[in-house]
T-cell receptor, first 117, second 115 residues
Framework: AQKITQTQPGMFVQEKEAVTLDCTYDTSDPSYGLFWYKQPSSGEMIFLIYQGSYDQQNATEGRYSLNFQKARKSANLVISASQLGDSAMYFCAMRAYSGAGSYQLTFGKGTKLSVIP | EADIYQTPRYLVIGTGKKITLECSQTMGHDKMYWYQQDPGMELHLIHYSYGVNSTEKGDLSSESTVSRIRTEHFPLTLESARPSHTSQYLC??????????????FGSGTRLTVV
């Protein structure tokens, strides 16, 4: 079974500072994908960044980077130069094979990030 | 601009009423999903479909039902709403293949409150 663990229910960061949100995962599927989503209070899920299990380099998307450590099964999100608009819930998710020809997207419990002026 | 649309955005309804949450996408995706999310909590998969006339239950047991008569439309129905159904319901679709950066597209969600 697939599992995503986010151990930080809430995080605070000073504006313009960098912050790391932790994510560990577990799967027996050798071919999987890892996603980070941002969910503001309005409720929509906003895609931030993606890392494939066979990707050699860590993914980067603007101020977002993913610190992928495959042996440790971790996929931490790094946000550089935090902005007030970054305050939101952040979810780590994994797409992996779940049996019977089915791939599913499994989510962690999320981390609530608050950016302090 | 959203390519997947959910209506209504907010719904407050009385116990025992039948409700249908609408989800439509314009991308021609075969795979569509419904997730349930309690406030501040993770998303749980309750239904998915891999194409027309295909529906399956997800990991989280739900009293809701779904249908997939057209590729673009994946409505969710509760025959008799209860306060325990109060939650946010998110619809998503997936592009074909694997390894794409932005596989999944999510709707804006429906926040359901049953009183």
């Amino acid at each position: 079974a697939q599992k995503i663990t986010q151990t930080q229910p809430g995080m605070f960061v000073q504006e313009k500072e960098a912050v790391t949100l932790d994510c560990t995962y577990d799967t027996s599927d050798p071919s999987y994908g890892l996603f980070w989503y941002k969910q503001p209070s309005s409720g929509e899920m906003i895609f931030l960044i993606y890392q494939g299990s066979y990707d050699q380099q860590n993914a980067t998307e603007g101020r977002y980077s993913l610190n992928f450590q495959k042996a440790r099964k971790s996929a931490n999100l790094v946000i550089s130069a935090s902005q007030l608009g970054d305050s939101a819930m952040y979810f780590c998710a994994m797409r992996a094979y779940s049996g019977a020809g089915s791939y599913q997207l499994t989510f962690g419990k999320g981390t609530k990030l608050s950016v302090i002026p | 601009e959203a390519d997947i649309y959910q209506t209504p955005r907010y719904l407050v309804i009385g116990t025992g009423k039948k409700i249908t949450l609408e989800c439509s996408q314009t991308m021609g995706h075969d795979k569509m999903y419904w997730y349930q999310q309690d406030p501040g909590m993770e998303l749980h998969l309750i239904h998915y479909s891999y194409g027309v006339n295909s529906t399956e239950k997800g990991d989280l047991s739900s009293e809701s039902t779904v249908s997939r008569i057209r590729t673009e439309h994946f409505p969710l129905t509760l025959e008799s709403a209860r306060p325990s159904h109060t939650s946010q319901y998110l619809c998503a679709s997936k592009s074909p293949g694997q390894g794409a950066r932005n596989d999944y597209t999510f709707g804006s969600g429906t926040r359901l409150t049953v009183v």
